[in-house]
């Protein structure tokens, strides 16, 4: 079983639309959980960390569920923009900052 | 503005070639990491350093090895590349943010690397 597993999608929705993402972990002790983003070609880059009592940023929301082991990202409104892999992101809890990276969800948002 | 380079963005060698690939942060952080990403397989974490000389192995460490002589440049050496070493390979340097535990890595733009 992978660390951290999500569903590679695509997931194709149309402007405007509000869309979900899970992930879920296996690692029950992990404490640090990220999304990053990573367009085609690019590297990645951090969208938002995700705390316990969830948190938002614009039309990101990122809700963490510990005793499911699961994370979320919901994205509102969606742009053209948003166009992007979204990579669920956790920490291995060894004492470092060894993150665990799950391969992504691909999200395609047509006009 | 956090910026992390990497040598070459484009790569062709032949097996059995030395490899070197060259990552350099300009943000004074203590940790670097090198990656490699594959189709399916996302991100895994060959090497990483926490201070200079200081180097731990990641979870697929085998036919690499790295060196950090200096805070800013972290290199990942391939002794002798072989086929199954073609990939995009991610450096990243982190910031720990005082007082809330939280972390950001921030990634170079990567090294396609085909080995033939």
């Known amino acids: 079983r992978k660390e951290v597993e999500q569903d590679p999608g695509p997931f194709n929705v149309p402007e405007g639309a509000t869309v979900a993402f899970n992930c879920t972990y296996s690692?029950?002790?992990?404490?640090?959980f990220f999304w990053y983003r990573q367009d085609c070609r690019k590297e990645p880059k951090l969208l938002m960390s995700v705390y316990s009592s969830g948190n938002e940023d614009g039309r990101f929301t990122a809700q963490l569920n510990r005793a499911s082991q699961y994370i979320s990202l919901l994205i509102r409104d969606s742009k053209l923009s948003d166009s992007a892999t979204y990579l669920c992101v956790v920490n291995s809890n060894t004492g470092f900052q060894k993150l665990v990276f799950g391969t992504g969800t691909r999200l395609l948002v047509s006009p | 503005d956090v910026k992390v380079t990497q040598s070459s963005r484009y790569l062709v060698k032949r097996t059995g070639e030395k490899v070197f690939l060259e990552c350099v942060q300009d943000m004074d952080h203590e940790n670097m990491f090198w990656y490699r990403q594959d189709p399916g397989l996302g991100l895994r974490l060959i090497y990483f350093?926490?201070?200079?000389?200081?180097?731990e192995k990641g979870d697929i460490p085998e036919g690499y090895s790295v060196s950090r002589e200096k805070k800013e440049r972290f290199s990942l050496i391939l002794e002798s590349a072989s086929t199954n070493q073609t990939s995009m390979y991610l450096c990243?340097?982190?910031?720990?943010?005082?007082?809330?535990?939280?972390?950001?890595?921030?990634f170079g733009p990567g090294t396609r690397l085909t080995v033939t």
């Open positions: 690692n029950s002790a992990s404490q640090s």
């Open positions: 990243a340097s982190s910031l720990i943010y005082p007082g809330t535990g939280t972390y950001e890595q921030y």
């Open positions: 350093s926490y201070d200079v000389k200081m180097k």
